[in-house]
């Protein structure tokens, strides 16, 4: 069933019940200060259950990774449209849920650390969190 979306004549407070964000939703492990960048040997490392690097035929399935370039590009560079188009070249994806590797794509609730490269030739990291409300998910 579709989320239930406002009828236009009710009054904000009833509208903005629906909507409402969750902050208690999401752990605590993809909340405050952005993570570091992984360092080199976090996929043999202890933490290396909650990583998985996404393999090139997963990029090409899940293009929506490329949105998530182009928005750390943009935070970054006001002109980005010069930029584009981007090749995204590495993503690791760390959860804290136990789930398969390649499930690790779907969690509602990651961090992705992604390399990709400007059609200029410049080398770019991102960290992006993705949360959502499971129960808007």
């Known amino acids: 069933m579709p989320p239930q979306v406002p009828a ?25 200060v952005m993570p570091s960048w992984l360092q080199d040997d976090a996929l043999t490392g202890p933490n290396k259950l909650q990583l998985h690097e996404v393999k090139d035929s997963e990029l090409q399935d899940n293009e929506w990774l490329n949105l998530y370039a182009e928005i750390a590009l943009s935070s970054e560079r006001p002109d980005m449209e010069t930029y584009l188009p981007l090749k995204v070249k590495k993503v690791v994806v760390r959860t804290k849920e136990d789930v398969e590797p390649s499930m690790k794509l779907k969690s509602s609730n990651a961090i992705f650390y992604m390399t990709f490269k400007t059609h200029r030739g410049h080398e770019c990291k991102a960290i992006i969190r993705q949360t959502r409300d499971a129960n808007l998910a």
Not at 8 to 32: C, I, Q
Request: proline letters at 4%; aromatic letters at 16%; a positive charge.
């Open 8 to 32: 236009a004549g009710r009054n904000r407070e009833a509208r903005g019940s629906l909507w409402r964000w969750d902050p208690n939703a999401v752990d605590k492990f993809y909340t405050g």
